[in-house]
């Protein structure tokens, strides 16, 4: 899913931005896994367009570090770095507690009724174990959130941020049990919010962002060739 364009856009997409969210999506599902070499040749023909387009998705790839770009050489996906983790972390939860707070202020009954709404999507998925499903609608939940507060470009942060935790996330989230300790992290967070609770939405979305501590630890120890420190 494209970071800039929310679920429900028919907006017509240009070639590159087409070529761009695929890429996206496969990197971040793990179908090209990292250290996965990729030719703009290859994927051109993979995906039916010209090498152009592909080229413009390497170049924003590239700039969320997805993408290691090679002069010369193949473009690699690029392995998961801890230390780049530890830093996107903490720029997201810094983003993403005062725009709960912003939310819990000025967000209108009609934003939190949108809010509340988007939790039906997601227990569908996490009863059927749609992990793909789970990760765009994850994203719709906190696109929503900015929006209700007032702060959509703040999105665009919490989503290039986000991106790096997502491809560790789809290694851990593919039983259930982490799909549905999101849903319960959403379902309170979206409780906090129509209390207008401050306090207890800052927590609910601290304790959201802090199980990403022992997922990472997992997928580091079990899937040792995905990371590079």
């Known amino acids: 899913m494209n970071i800039s364009q929310p679920i429900g856009d028919s907006r017509r997409r240009t070639a590159a931005e087409e070529a761009y969210e695929r890429l996206h999506a496969d990197i971040i599902s793990l179908r090209l896994p990292p250290g996965t070499k990729l030719s703009e040749v290859e994927i051109a023909k993979m995906y039916e367009v010209s090498r152009q387009p592909v080229r413009e998705a390497f170049l924003r790839l590239g700039e969320l570090n997805l993408l290691q770009i090679r002069p010369q050489r193949a473009t690699l996906v690029k392995r998961i770095s801890l230390q780049d983790l530890e830093n996107t972390r903490f720029i997201r939860a810094s983003v993403e507690v005062e725009v709960v707070r912003r939310a819990c202020q000025v967000a209108s009954p009609d934003d939190l009724a949108l809010i509340k709404a988007s939790l039906t999507p997601q227990k569908s998925a996490v009863d059927t174990a749609d992990t793909n499903l789970m990760h765009k609608l994850d994203y719709e939940f ?20 986000k991106a790096h935790t997502d491809r560790v996330c789809t290694l851990e989230l593919s039983g259930g049990n982490g799909m549905a300790e999101i849903l319960e992290d959403h379902t309170k967070i979206v409780q906090a919010l129509i209390a207008r609770d401050e306090e207890k939405a800052v927590q609910m979305t601290r304790k959201h962002l802090a199980r990403l501590d022992t997922t990472l630890r997992r997928a580091s120890e079990k899937y040792t060739d995905y990371f590079e420190d």
């Open 142 to 161: 906190h696109r929503l959130i900015c929006k209700a507060a007032g702060c959509l470009p703040a999105f665009r942060t919490i989503a290039e941020n």
